[in-house]
């Protein structure tokens, strides 16, 4: 092959692998078939507003993703609370965030510094403002399904049949 040759294919080759990783890219951010985000709250704007203020004030955010959103420097494999009121009822998250230690309701496998502090400290209010938020936090029910579906096809390796 000639040194002008050469250089044409390798030229081609460097399109063609731009092309592909172009592609692969745009398809990542394909939204044409997307649902949008699973997550809704039937709270009212101004509960939430008086509960996400609560949630700033005392850095939940440090370890909890809420609405997608957490610390990026955040490492604490804590629970997400997206549809959090989809399993906890707002009696339960009043009493949990009024433990004198939360472990007692909920068990913790965490180090220490890792583990949901107590809040038992805060105002009755700002407890209440919060279990009710929070209870309001829930999951639309096609992401519950494919949820479910993936999890069911993942542990037994066979078709979900709903
Ligand atoms: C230091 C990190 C940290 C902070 C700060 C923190 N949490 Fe937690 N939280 C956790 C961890 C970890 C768990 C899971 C239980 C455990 O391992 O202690 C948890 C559990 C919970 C749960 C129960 C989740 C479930 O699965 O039922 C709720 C609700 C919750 N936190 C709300 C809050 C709220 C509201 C705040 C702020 C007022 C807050 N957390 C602040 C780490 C934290």
């Not at 172009?22 to 949008?36: E, N, P, T």
């Not at 939940?60 to 009822?89: A, F, N």
């Not at 107590?118 to 403002?129: F, I």
């Amino acid at each position: 092959m000639k040194k002008g040759e050469k250089k044409i294919f390798m030229i081609i080759g460097v399109v063609i692998a731009l092309i592909i990783i172009i592609k692969a890219w745009l398809g990542h951010f394909d939204v044409s078939d997307d649902k949008g985000i699973p997550y809704y709250t039937t709270s009212t704007h101004e509960l939430a507003q008086k509960a996400l203020s609560i949630y700033k004030k005392n850095n939940c955010k440090s370890c909890h993703t809420l609405w997608s959103i957490r610390d990026i420097m955040q490492t604490v494999p804590s629970p997400p609370l997206d549809g959090i009121g989809e399993i906890r009822s707002e009696k339960w998250l009043y009493e949990y965030l009024s433990a004198p230690d939360p472990k007692v309701i909920l068990p913790s496998r965490l180090k220490k510094q890792f583990q949901m502090p107590s809040y038992a400290h805060l105002p009755e209010s700002d407890r209440k403002v919060l279990a009710q938020y929070l209870a309001s936090l829930k999951v639309e029910d096609w992401y519950l399904e494919e949820t479910k579906k993936r999890e069911y096809e993942k542990l037994t390796g066979k078709k979900y049949q709903p």
